[in-house]
Structure formats: structure tokens, C-alpha cells
Nanobody, 126 residues
Framework: EVQLVESGGGLVQPGRSLRLSCAAS????????MSWVRQAPGKGLEWVSSINNAGSYTTYVDSVKGRFTISRDNAKNTLHLQMNSLKPEDTAVYYC???????????????????WGQGTQVTVSS
């Protein structure tokens, strides 16, 4: 059974940083691309970033480029999202997500996934 468990969210002031983690189990983590997707209050899902299985390719939505970094530790089956220079508009529930497909090209820009974590709340406010 695929399980994705996010952690690391919280309340932070604008300009500060947070690091999200996603612990994965139930599949061969090192063989699959992964994504982060977020949902702001009252809005739909927004794709944030994807990473290929080896961690050698990454892509970001324009609004987070230069501020967020996606990474993975395949030895620990863990996905990360380092978020710097946070803005109030980054306030959302953040999900890690996986498709049945392991291919990176199937993840980039997508909001439809087969497996989701429970989400972690990030609130950016002074």
C-alpha cells in the first residue's frame, strides 16, 4: 500500500523559511518521479514542483522559482521542499503526490495524481 506522510508545515512570518518533508512507503521510491501540489484557502489545486526519480531533473511553477527547492533522499525514501522567502500567497495545504506512472514527464504541471498524502498546512502571516 502506497503511503505518503507530509510534515514540516506551520505558521511563519513573511520572508522566513520552512522545509517540508514527505515520508514515502509501499513502493520503490527511487524508481518514481514525485510532485508537490498545494491548495490555498478557497482555491483549487496548484502544481508546485516535480522531481525525477534520480533527483537530476526538477521543475517549478513560475511563482516559486528561485525561492523553493525540491529534493529527495532515495536512501531514506523521503521527498523535501525547501521554501525560502515565503510570501502570504504561499499560504496553502501542501501535498506530496504520486502517479501510477513513474515517468517525470507525466508529473510536470499536473494536478491529477493517484496517491496523496494527508497534507501539511503552511501559513505565512505577520
Amino acid at each position: 500500500e502506497v503511503q505518503l506522510v507530509e510534515s514540516g508545515g506551520g505558521l511563519v512570518q513573511p520572508g522566513r523559511s520552512l522545509r517540508l518533508s514527505c515520508a514515502a512507503s509501499g513502493f520503490t521510491f527511487s524508481a518514481s518521479a514525485m510532485s508537490w501540489v498545494r491548495q490555498a484557502p478557497g482555491k483549487g489545486l496548484e502544481w508546485v514542483s516535480s522531481i525525477n526519480n534520480a533527483g537530476s531533473y526538477t521543475t517549478y511553477v513560475d511563482s516559486v522559482k528561485g525561492r523553493f527547492t525540491i529534493s529527495r533522499d532515495n536512501a531514506k525514501n523521503t521527498l523535501h521542499l525547501q521554501m525560502n522567502s515565503l510570501k502570504p500567497e504561499d499560504t496553502a495545504v501542501y501535498y506530496c503526490a504520486k502517479k501510477e506512472s513513474p515517468y517525470y514527464s507525466d508529473y510536470v504541471g499536473k494536478t491529477e495524481y493517484d496517491y496523496w498524502g494527508q497534507g501539511t498546512q503552511v501559513t505565512v502571516s505577520s
